[in-house]
T-cell receptor, first 117, second 115 residues
Framework: AQSVAQPEDQVNVAEGNPLTVKCTYSVSGNPYLFWYVQYPNRGLQFLLKYITGDNLVKGSYGFEAEFNKSQTSFHLKKPSALVSDSALYFCAVRDMAPTAGNTPLVFGKGTRLSVIA | DTGVSQNPRHKITKRGQNVTFRCDPISEHNRLYWYRQTLGQGPEFLTYFQNEAQLEKSRLLSDRFSAERPKGSFSTLEIQRTEQGDSAMYLC?????????????FGQGTRLTVV
């Protein structure tokens, strides 16, 4: 069964410093990987995705993520954090193995990012 | 606003009552998803539709839950005989396409409180 782990419940970073939010996954076949962000009282917003091709994916608001197949990871990064980046971040995976059935996306538990001025 | 719309935003109900939520997806999006999110957890998949066909249901979706998308446009999620454990945020999302590579757009959710 497909699964996602976000090992950190909370990440604190100073404004202007680089940030990393970690995500590892488990699938039977090839993965489709997504990052979403959730601001208070807002719906989940799509940030970026990896489907195939270049392992470094660039997304909205200056975020990027690197797909690492050997480490089964898809960490979210940003070179310089902003206070406005403070939010809840979710990693999600879709297993593309033929045996994976029709379940669309499986989400991690989320990581709360706090950027301190 | 052309995003995914969910109504009501909040619902408080007594245990044992039935509730129904509505989701209006982005126009022309053929896929519609229902997820449930509890505090401190990520969204958990409940069910999804491609057009009017319900293609997958999670084991989380007990017999008390039913979802419909009668004309391939809006969808409803009904919970019968609500229990306190049903208290959660119910999220709806929609996407366009046949594959799983297109991102889903989420509504703001309906927060259900069962008292």
């Amino acid at each position: 069964a497909q699964s996602v782990a976000q090992p950190e419940d909370q990440v604190n970073v100073a404004e202007g410093n680089p940030l990393t939010v970690k995500c590892t996954y488990s699938v039977s076949g090839n993965p489709y990987l997504f990052w979403y962000v959730q601001y208070p009282n807002r719906g989940l917003q799509f940030l970026l995705k990896y489907i195939t091709g270049d392992n470094l994916v660039k997304g909205s608001y200056g975020f990027e993520a690197e797909f690492n197949k050997s480490q089964t990871s898809f960490h979210l990064k940003k070179p310089s954090a902003l206070v406005s980046d403070s939010a809840l971040y979710f990693c999600a995976v879709r297993d593309m193995a033929p045996t994976a059935g029709n379940t669309p996306l499986v989400f991690g538990k989320g990581t709360r990012l706090s950027v301190i001025a | 606003d052309t995003g995914v719309s969910q109504n009501p935003r909040h619902k408080i109900t007594k245990r044992g009552q039935n509730v129904t939520f509505r989701c209006d997806p982005i126009s022309e999006h053929n896929r519609l998803y229902w997820y449930r999110q509890t505090l401190g957890q990520g969204p958990e998949f409940l069910t999804y539709f491609q057009n009017e066909a319900q293609l997958e249901k999670s084991r989380l979706l007990s017999d008390r839950f039913s979802a419909e998308r009668p004309k391939g446009s809006f969808s409803t999620l009904e919970i019968q005989r609500t229990e306190q454990g049903d208290s959660a945020m119910y999220l709806c999302a929609s996407s366009l396409g046949r594959g799983y590579y297109t991102e889903a757009f989420f509504g703001q959710g309906t927060r259900l409180t069962v008292v």
